[in-house]
């Protein structure tokens, strides 16, 4: 579904979600066509950007410098342990292992945590797809189907129709974070949050100018470090690009497979990140692979018809995923090569229930996998060809390209001149992407061409990494005191 700009700011309706009805009443020499269903209707709301600018008054942009944590807010080590609920219980010390490394990721794991504390700060309810988890580590690289590389948001387990101005706290906050870690000046972090706000209402103020054909794939990645003055960032850019371009299947396949008597090949465990299955497991996941099929678009499945299951193995992955059930399954051609697909639990969004508490109406998704891969390929600009969903046992999971050459820039990592380019390119990014299904001119109508949205979020990404920080040092406090489980280095 899309969301529109009729029927009042950010009402969050279907586009043209009318029954096709007989021809009007026409004027003389004009032609009445009927109403179909998914289209608009024309002429279009003319009058987004007067109504986007109207929220102003109801919402003015600098009470989003604001958060108040109310008594209902669960301390770092509840919300690390509800957070944990459902996953495999011997894989969540390595999870509290990961959060409890430094602030930074802390907040890669606490998007819930987070929302909890979002959903009591002011919101226009213009509503967007929303990535959920877009703080600075998940853009990156990755290869399209002409094995080109593209930059763009990559993670999406936490997306869902919802605010847009929760992307860009979360995303203005990391950004202070990761310069923190990096060692740069407060002046420098807080620089880097507001050039990424400014980046992102700079960028759909021009959004909402083009076409709509043209502004759904504007910015392309050739244009990107022009369009947000990124040139310090150029060189990092083009070394995270060098060595996506070997980051594939192959290369992962050649390192973590051996031969097999029968001239194929399997996966050889390398515990705690990868270990083999038993037999009945990997033949479940392997059999699911048969839905999956039927969720990919039909011009695909000759591809996929040219290789032959030939293993399965259980692969841990991330920072906020580590617990879920994750599988990788070694497909191989007719000349041994190989292709690896991720088989990666799809858990409900950890935002869902704030996003209720918050007054936004977000139905239970009729598949989690689905979710995910609808959410991605409505973010992104172009995506994986091979993306889809199945079910393993009961539990959804979603389908994609192990290794599909893809690269990131650890914002931890950059030089402070770096960092303020990376807020920018960022904040253009995730502008496009919010873009593809809020209308454009409602959000470039309330931000308005002058600095104070990106003033106020700016003040608000300070606020909440200083909250972070403090709720990193309970969570290391608690493993310390062994109230819960932790286990480092993996």
């Given at each position: 579904?899309f969301?529109?700009?009729?029927?009042?700011?950010?009402?969050?309706?279907?586009?043209?979600?009318?029954?096709?009805?007989?021809?009007?009443?026409?004027?003389?020499?004009?032609?009445?066509?009927?109403?179909?269903?998914?289209?608009?209707?024309w002429?279009?709301?003319?009058?987004?950007?007067?109504?986007?600018?109207?929220?102003?008054?109801?919402?003015?942009?600098?009470?989003?410098?604001?958060?108040?944590?109310?008594?209902?807010?669960?301390?770092?080590?509840?919300?690390?342990?509800?957070?944990?609920?459902?996953?495999?219980?011997?894989?969540?010390?390595?999870?509290?292992?990961?959060?409890?490394?430094?602030?930074?990721?802390?907040?890669?794991?606490?998007?819930?945590?987070?929302?909890?504390?979002?959903?009591?700060?002011?919101?226009?309810?213009?509503v967007?797809?929303?990535?959920?988890?877009?703080?600075?580590a998940?853009?990156?690289?990755?290869?399209?189907?002409?094995?080109?590389?593209?930059?763009?948001?990559?993670?999406?387990?936490?997306?869902v129709?919802?605010?847009?101005?929760?992307?860009?706290?979360?995303?203005?906050?990391?950004?202070?974070?990761?310069?923190?870690?990096?060692?740069?000046?407060?002046?420098?972090?807080?620089?880097?949050?507001?050039?990424?706000?400014?980046?992102?209402?700079?960028?759909?103020?021009?959004?909402?100018?083009?076409?709509?054909?043209?502004?759904?794939?504007?910015?392309?990645?050739?244009?990107?470090?022009?369009?947000?003055?990124?040139?310090?960032?150029?060189?990092?850019?083009?070394?995270?690009?060098?060595?996506?371009?070997?980051?594939?299947?192959?290369?992962?396949?050649?390192?973590?497979?051996?031969?097999?008597?029968?001239?194929?090949?399997?996966?050889?465990?390398?515990?705690?990140?990868?270990?083999?299955?038993?037999?009945?497991?990997?033949?479940?996941?392997?059999?699911?692979?048969?839905q999956?099929?039927?969720?990919?678009?039909?011009?695909?499945?000759?591809?996929?018809?040219?290789?032959?299951?030939?293993?399965?193995?259980?692969?841990?992955?991330?920072?906020?995923?580590?617990?879920?059930?994750?599988?990788?399954?070694?497909?191989?051609?007719?000349?041994?090569?190989?292709?690896?697909?991720?088989?990666?639990?799809?858990?409900?969004?950890?935002?869902?229930?704030?996003?209720?508490?918050?007054?936004?109406?977000?139905?239970?998704?009729?598949?989690?996998?689905?979710?995910?891969?609808?959410?991605?390929k409505?973010?992104?600009?172009v995506?994986?060809?091979?993306?889809?969903?199945?079910?393993v046992?009961?539990?959804?999971?979603?389908?994609?390209?192990?290794?599909?050459?893809?690269?990131?820039?650890d914002?931890?990592?950059?030089?402070?001149d770096?960092?303020?380019?990376?807020?920018?390119m960022?904040?253009?990014?995730?502008?496009?992407?919010?873009?593809?299904?809020?209308?454009?001119?409602?959000?470039?109508?309330?931000?308005?061409?002058?600095?104070?949205?990106?003033?106020?979020?700016?003040t608000?990404?300070?606020?909440?990494?200083?909250?972070?920080?403090?709720?990193h040092?309970?969570?290391?406090?608690a493993?310390?005191?062994?109230?819960?489980?932790?286990?480092?280095?993996i």
């Amino acid at each position: 579904m899309f969301v529109r700009a009729g029927g009042g700011p950010g009402s969050g309706e279907a586009v043209g979600v009318v029954d096709v009805d007989g021809q009007e009443t026409a004027e003389p020499g004009e032609r009445r066509l009927p109403r179909v269903r998914g289209f608009a209707e024309w002429p279009g709301n003319s009058m987004a950007k007067q109504e986007g600018k109207a929220l102003r008054d109801r919402v003015p942009r600098a009470d989003h410098a604001l958060l108040e944590l109310d008594l209902s807010r669960p301390d770092a080590t509840a919300a690390v342990e509800e957070s944990s609920r459902g996953r495999i219980p011997e894989l969540t010390p390595i999870r509290v292992g990961r959060m409890a490394a430094t602030p930074f990721a802390f907040l890669r794991g606490s998007a819930g945590l987070m929302a909890h504390d979002l959903a009591r700060t002011p919101m226009t309810r213009i509503v967007a797809q929303i990535c959920g988890d877009a703080h600075a580590a998940n853009f990156g690289l990755y290869g399209d189907a002409r094995g080109g590389l593209v930059i763009d948001l990559n993670d999406f387990d936490e997306t869902v129709l919802g605010p847009w101005e929760w992307d860009v706290k979360r995303l203005a906050t990391s950004l202070v974070l990761a310069g923190r870690e990096a060692g740069a000046s407060e002046d420098i972090c807080r620089q880097a949050a507001h050039g990424a706000v400014g980046a992102y209402r700079r960028t759909m103020r021009l959004l909402a100018k083009l076409p709509v054909l043209d502004a759904w794939n504007a910015i392309a990645d050739e244009e990107l470090v022009s369009h947000t003055d990124a040139h310090d960032l150029l060189g990092t850019l083009e070394q995270v690009a060098e060595k996506a371009r070997s980051n594939t299947s192959g290369k992962f396949a050649a390192k973590s497979t051996e031969p097999t008597p029968d001239g194929g090949r399997r996966f050889v465990a390398a515990p705690p990140v990868l270990s083999r299955v038993p037999d009945e497991e990997a033949a479940a996941v392997a059999a699911s692979l048969e839905q999956y099929a039927g969720t990919v678009s039909e011009d695909r499945l000759p591809l996929l018809a040219r290789y032959a299951v030939h293993d399965v193995a259980f692969r841990v992955v991330g920072t906020g995923s580590v617990g879920t059930r994750s599988y990788v399954v070694l497909l191989l051609d007719h000349r041994g090569e190989a292709l690896v697909l991720q088989v990666k639990e799809a858990r409900p969004s950890a935002l869902v229930p704030h996003l209720a508490t918050a007054g936004f109406d977000t139905p239970k998704a009729d598949h989690e996998g689905r979710r995910v891969v609808q959410g991605q390929k409505r973010m992104q600009v172009v995506s994986d060809i091979l993306l889809g969903w199945t079910t393993v046992d009961g539990h959804p999971f979603q389908v994609r390209q192990f290794r599909n050459r893809k690269g990131s820039v650890d914002p931890a990592a950059l030089s402070p001149d770096q960092l303020d380019d990376y807020g920018r390119m960022t904040g253009a990014l995730l502008a496009r992407a919010h873009s593809h299904c809020a209308d454009p001119r409602l959000i470039a109508g309330y931000c308005g061409k002058n600095e104070e949205l990106d003033e106020a979020i700016a003040t608000f990404a300070v606020t909440y990494a200083d909250r972070t920080e403090a709720d990193h040092a309970e969570l290391v406090a608690a493993v310390r005191a062994g109230r819960i489980a932790a286990e480092t280095g993996i």
